[in-house]
């Protein structure tokens, strides 16, 4: 008869979640918070638990398991463009498949290796707990150590498109750029509005030198493209305005890729002294992926 202990099985699923969700959002460039990525992986956790205990219907599980595979993702990386959240979620599901064949077969490996004339029954359980609790531990600092590597790209060249109109300027890729458009998810692009120039439309212009700007005078086009930026600085809130242009597209400085089209907000910074490492713009480093 084969024993299936709970505890074992809480931890396995607790660490693959974790591992999985935390590699996942490395190489999908998304900042990780401890404290959602452990909510995540307990639910995760859980729920193995549970459709291990409550068997049914093969299909409706497997339909389940992707909805809960989804929630994990919106619980430990939040709100984010349609387009970002299914990198996350497919790159999470991508990596979770391969980990739990890894776990199996080191899981497999383990037992076997613990025979019934050394360890036996219940003895057993501590040390594959352990052992499993120590290998998980020791991926996520290797999968950290590997993920926290020093990007080698620095910038990128990003052409906006609006109307007839186009400019393009040079990017500084900023991993801490973590602002989005409150009513979209998508990501921002910071650029100082002498960059942007006579590219700006006439009454964008004239709406950005008002204190506070207020878009409600702007034409009924123009208006639909505006969008408010909360960015929280020490000891204060402001609000930068964002433009949703026609296309973005990035490409490395030196041209040799092909422009890759971006899901994006353009926030205007009109603020002195702006200073982006020597750059025209920041952008967040998952953009250029």
């Not at 002195?272 to 967040?284: F, I, L, R, S, T």
């Amino acid at each position: 008869m084969r024993v299936l202990y709970l505890d074992i099985l809480f931890l396995v699923n607790f660490c693959m979640d974790y591992m999985a969700l935390y590699i996942a959002g490395g190489l999908c460039e998304r900042a990780r918070s401890a404290l959602r990525l452990l909510a995540a992986s307990l639910l995760g956790a859980v729920y193995a638990m549970a459709a291990v205990l409550l068997t049914g219907n093969q299909a409706i599980q497997h339909v389940i398991g992707i909805c809960v595979a989804l929630l994990l993702v919106a619980l430990a990386y939040g709100r984010s463009s349609r387009r970002d959240f299914m990198r996350v979620f497919i790159t999470f599901y991508a990596v979770s498949l391969l980990l739990g064949a890894l776990v199996t077969v080191g899981y497999t490996a383990l037992n076997r290796y613990i025979t019934p004339e050394g360890i036996t029954g219940g003895e057993k359980r501590p040390v594959l707990f352990f052992a499993i609790a120590a290998a998980g531990g020791v991926l996520i600092r290797l999968a950290g150590k590997w993920l926290s590597r020093e990007n080698t790209v620095k910038n990128k060249r990003v052409t906006v498109k609006l109307g007839r109109k186009s400019v393009s300027f040079s990017a500084l890729l900023d991993s801490g750029n973590l602002l989005t458009d409150p009513l979209s998810g998508r990501r921002v692009i910071v650029v100082g509005a002498s960059v942007l120039g006579d590219f700006l439309p006439y009454e964008i212009r004239r709406m950005l030198e008002a204190d506070p700007p207020d878009p409600s005078h702007l034409p009924p086009a123009l208006a639909r493209r505006i969008r408010l930026i909360p960015v929280h600085t020490l000891g204060e809130v402001r609000l930068l305005v964002g433009l949703l242009p026609d296309e973005i597209t990035v490409c490395d400085e030196d041209g040799g890729k092909r422009p890759t089209r971006v899901d994006a907000i353009i926030a205007i910074d009109t603020g002195k002294g702006q200073n982006y490492g020597g750059y025209d713009a920041v952008m967040p480093t998952g953009l250029a992926a």
